[in-house]
């Protein structure tokens, strides 16, 4: 057994050393695609233009509303069904979700303070409401919140993958649909709120496992009312 004690340690070390590697690696990408798209590209431009027109503003405006709370709702939701069902993986990744969601969106009030850019409806006659020219457009913050929503429900219960994505990629086009974005905004704002969301539920995945097994324990031990 001495023999393969090293081996062993060996191996935690690279485990532990991957699950740091791994994260840093996926926000240093997410700071990568943040940087190269600090400026309006001229296809972001004309697909806003294309898109930010009636009837498809007030639409829009209506839709991002509406997907944003079927989001919270549905992850809201989950949180109750898998407390309920006592499945206390998927209830510890959902809070980890949320939580790293909160912290992706705090990140990026930060960079839509520093980069302070105009949203895209003060320089074009949309014919909808505009958000306050100190509102700043670039990344987008429902877009984020979105996505980071979708990678928290995502990676908890994996089929919810295909109704949590399609619902955030729907959230962030009818914010173009709006006016109050360009499709870059939504682009980082994606990247974000999903990578970023991921990065932190991949570094701390072991923590996650380790209080699941440990609430399972507690709630085993605590007897039912009657």
């Not at 929503?149 to 994996?158: E, K, S, T, V, W």
Request: charged share 15%.
């Amino acid at each position: 057994m001495a023999d393969y004690a090293p081996c062993e340690k060996c191996e935690d070390i690279l485990g532990k050393t991957r699950q740091i590697v791994g994260p840093v690696l996926i926000w240093l990408l997410v700071a990568a695609v943040i940087g190269a798209l600090t400026d309006v590209p001229p296809w972001s431009a004309d697909l806003f233009e294309t898109m930010a027109v009636e009837p498809w503003v007030g639409i829009g405006q209506f839709l991002s509303s509406v997907v944003m709370i079927a989001l919270i709702l549905v992850y809201l939701g989950m949180l109750l069904k898998t407390w309920i069902a006592k499945d206390h993986k998927p209830f510890i990744r959902l809070i980890f979700g949320a939580v790293a969601t909160t912290v992706a969106y705090g990140v990026n009030l930060l960079l839509k303070s520093d980069f302070g850019m105009i949203r895209p409806c003060h320089d074009f006659a949309t014919g909808g409401a505009c958000p306050a020219i100190d509102n700043f457009s670039y990344p987008s913050n429902h877009t984020v919140i979105a996505f980071g929503l979708a990678m928290g429900l995502a990676f908890a219960i994996p089929w919810l993958t295909y109704l949590a994505f399609p619902l955030a990629i729907l959230a962030g086009v009818s914010r173009v649909m709006a006016g109050h974005h360009y499709p870059h905004d939504i682009v980082v704002g994606a990247v974000l709120g999903t990578l970023g969301v991921l990065g932190a539920l991949l570094m701390f995945v072991k923590v996650q496992d380790s209080l699941a097994e440990k609430l399972t324990e507690s709630r085993q031990k605590t007897p039912e009312k009657a």
